[in-house]
């Protein structure tokens, strides 16, 4: 494993659009969050899985994102019906319980 | 929920100077604080981290204090040099619970 691995790097989608990003976690970690970060702040929790079990969500999570960890390996992150203020950069990151992160380089999303 | 606050949110000083940011948290059931370092562009790294039943953490130039009694934990860098300039995060976690960070410091080491 050489990490978290995030993709797309960089995604730039117009206002309305549907965007899905994925994230590969370290294979050992069972444990998967996504956090989101704006310019100037720390990272804002989303969401996270144990395993394939979506354990917890933020309300910052509105209706419209929609996370998802099949078989309890990668995830993935779906904004339906993008805003303005989705833009962001979306970390993802792995560990276990009780334990520090590794993050991946993350997703910048751009809505135009 | 856990509330972190982090301060301050900028701090410059002269290379070999010492650097010191402190944090607060509001979950007594919180037991374990790491630290993060960001540079411009790229990913969050965890620098060092302290758990509840350890008062003081050293990783060469790095060090991290942790004061149960009044919630509070502190990241103290020596020796500083232009690369320790980044923003530094502080997050707390009890037991299970995801990691909530504070705002971030951005540290600016003058050469």
């Known amino acids: 494993d050489t990490g978290v691995s995030q993709n797309p790097r960089h995604k730039i989608t117009k206002r309305g659009q549907n965007v899905t990003f994925r994230c590969d976690p370290i294979s050992e970690h069972n444990r998967l969050y996504w956090y989101r970060q704006t310019l100037g702040q720390g990272p804002e929790f989303l969401t996270y899985f144990q395993n394939e079990a979506q354990l917890e969500k933020s309300r910052l999570l509105s209706d419209r994102f929609s996370a998802e960890r099949p078989k309890g390996s990668f995830s993935t992150l779906e904004i339906q019906r993008t805003e303005q203020g989705d833009s962001a950069m979306y970390l993802c990151?792995?560990?276990?319980?009780?334990?520090?992160?590794?993050f991946g380089s993350g997703t910048r999303l751009t809505v135009v | 929920g856990e509330n972190v606050e982090q301060h301050p949110s900028t701090l410059s000083v002269q290379e070999g100077d010492s650097a010191v940011i402190k944090c607060t948290y509001s979950?007594?059931?919180?037991?374990?604080f790491p630290w993060y370092k960001q540079e411009l562009g790229k990913r969050p790294q965890l620098i060092i981290d302290i758990r509840s039943n350890v008062g003081e953490k050293k990783d060469q130039r790095i060090a991290v204090t942790l004061n149960k009694t009044a919630k509070h934990f502190s990241l103290h860098i020596t020796e500083t040099q232009p690369e320790d300039s980044a923003v530094y995060f502080c997050a707390a976690i009890s037991d299970g619970t995801p990691l909530v960070f504070g705002k971030g410091t951005r540290l600016s080491v003058i050469a």
């Open positions: 990151a792995s560990g276990h319980r009780g334990q520090g992160y590794t």
């Open positions: 979950d007594s059931a919180s037991n374990y």
